[in-house]
């Protein structure tokens, strides 16, 4: 297991906003960030998500007091213990009223929703509240601003054909972050990480 304490020695906050992922991995964030190109030049001024904060979320927990996050650190890492990863993808883009902008995902949606499902009924045993709204598999990658009703539409007008290489989800994450109403940009930090299990490499296998 992977534990990330607070930067720079600032002791833990009385409470996290606090969610379950995947990330993919960083040459699938590259290449998707070579294709956003075009939209990060044309439109500088949507609230760009930093690539490192990319991620796809498996359960929002919001804020929890920071003494639930050890016992849920260890009932995550016990279901980490030996499950399979999964084979995704990112492909296309869409956004959510005009205002979100996100790519989609691609591959075994089927594995992803049972992980989704398992996850979920795990934070249900231990009495952890979440969003327990329907998974819609995707990465955020950008907010609009009040004054600009059409950057995030045509930004993913710019991702409408791409696809991206498949790619193994390497580690299940317990992710914090930031306050949502600090006067600090949003930033999350991995609280603990935990491998999954890629299969060998096969000879021309992709």
Do not use: C
Not at 28 to 42: G, I, Q, S, T, V
Not at 81 to 108: N, V
Not at 130 to 138: E, I, Q, T
């Amino acid at each position: 297991m992977d534990e990330h304490p607070p930067p720079d020695g600032h002791p833990a906050p009385p409470t996290l906003r606090v969610f379950v992922a995947l990330a993919p991995p960083d040459e699938a964030k590259d290449e998707l960030a070579r294709a956003l190109r075009p939209a990060y030049e044309a439109h500088p001024r949507l609230r760009w998500n930093r690539i490192e904060d990319w991620h796809v979320t498996l359960a929002f927990l919001g804020e929890l007091p920071a003494t639930a996050v050890p016992p849920l650190r260890t009932a995550l890492a016990d279901r980490a213990a030996g499950q399979p990863a999964l084979r995704l993808g990112l492909h296309g883009s869409g956004h959510f009223d005009g205002r979100l902008l996100w790519s989609g995902i691609d591959g075994d949606l089927d594995g992803l929703h049972r992980l989704a499902t398992d996850v979920r009924d795990l934070l249900r045993a231990r009495g952890l509240g979440f969003r327990d709204r329907p998974l819609h598999p995707h990465l955020t990658l950008a907010r609009a601003r009040r004054d600009d009703p059409v950057g995030i539409p045509a930004s993913a007008a710019t991702l409408t054909d791409f696809t991206g290489r498949p790619w193994w989800t390497p580690r299940l994450h317990l992710v914090g972050s930031t306050p949502v109403h600090a006067p600090a940009p949003l930033r999350y930090r991995d609280i603990a990480s935990w491998p999954l299990t890629v299969p060998p490499v096969r000879p021309n296998s992709g």
